[in-house]
């Protein structure tokens, strides 16, 4: 930690608030949610744009209506069911609402929704392709709300689960569970993938590296990246206000992936099965809050 984060990082509710006004931090920043020259030091340290509490309900807005898509989908994820009507009911749903579908032309992204079907581990566009018995589909949705953006995904098992399904949706699952539960200020954006990989490894899977979690909010993709796993100088410290995505891609095999002819759909190069959860979330005063929040 640096020094000029430290100071802020080791603030208590009755210290004199960072932003200079004299006042003690839970009579301003503090009950404002407006975090002062943090904001500052963290756009010019690592161009993070730290959210204020108007901020912050407007993506809880967004996020809700996240949820409801899920909601809305949920009774149609069976063996038969076209990913292409997944993305139908997608679009409809969050246009009906007053929202945008975010991936819709996003980088020429040519759909509404991301569906992740087996070997899939992110990025799989809708087809004519039909759900059958067995499989496990990972259905991610983002939408845009009043400008702001909220993100989240869920694997879903298709008809009966093998063995294999089981354990690749519960351990990506314990995963985003374990990395919330170390979410709070004064952790670091590397105990976040640490605890992911120290998890999946524990249980002989492993851990994607070329897709990550990001902030949101915004912008679909914000700084800054979360990995999901250990790496050298990933030292950013959380503080309040920090709004991001994690969204461990876990594979029942080895980690190395592939991006197929499309440009946009990644497999697992061993044809394993691949799995994740992913919440878009905010760094409390004391701890965090799941703004597209759903039972792990």
Not at 20 to 42: Q, R, V
Not at 127 to 148: A, P, W
Request: glycine share 8%; proline share 5%.
């Amino acid at each position: 930690m640096s020094e000029d984060s430290s100071k802020f990082m080791m603030i208590s509710r009755n210290d004199p608030c960072s932003c200079g006004s004299g006042k003690k931090y839970k009579k301003c920043c503090s009950a404002t949610g407006i975090p002062g020259e943090l904001t500052d030091l963290y756009w010019r340290k690592y161009q993070i744009r730290l959210k204020n509490e108007s901020d912050i309900s407007a993506i809880r807005q967004c996020g809700a209506l996240v949820i409801k898509t899920f909601k809305e989908i949920e009774p149609y994820l069976k063996p038969g069911i076209a990913t292409d009507e997944i993305n139908t009911i997608v679009h409809e749903f969050t246009i009906k609402n007053g929202a945008t579908p975010a991936p819709l032309g996003y980088r020429g992204y040519p759909k509404s929704v991301c569906t992740s079907v087996n070997e899939v581990i992110c990025h799989g566009i809708p087809s004519n392709r039909k759900l059958e018995n067995g499989d496990i589909i990972n259905v991610d949705i983002t939408s845009i709300l009043n400008g702001y953006y909220a993100d989240a995904n869920q694997t879903y098992f298709i008809g009966t689960p093998s063995a294999d399904a089981q354990k690749i949706v519960s351990v990506s699952k314990q995963c985003l569970k374990e990395a919330a539960s170390v979410v709070r200020p004064g952790c670091y954006l590397n105990d976040i993938g640490r605890v992911i990989q120290k998890y999946a490894e524990s249980q002989g899977c492993s851990v994607v590296r070329e897709f990550v979690g990001h902030g949101i909010g915004y912008e679909f993709h914000e700084a800054p990246q979360v990995l999901h796993y250990v790496a050298q100088g990933n030292d950013i410290p959380l503080v309040p206000g920090m709004v991001f995505t994690i969204e461990p891609m876990i594979n029942l095999g080895k980690r190395e992936s592939r991006v197929l002819s499309d440009g946009w759909t990644v497999v697992t190069q061993d044809g394993s099965l691949s799995a994740q959860f992913e919440q878009t979330i905010v760094v409390t005063e004391s701890g965090m809050e799941s703004l597209t929040p759903y039972e792990l």
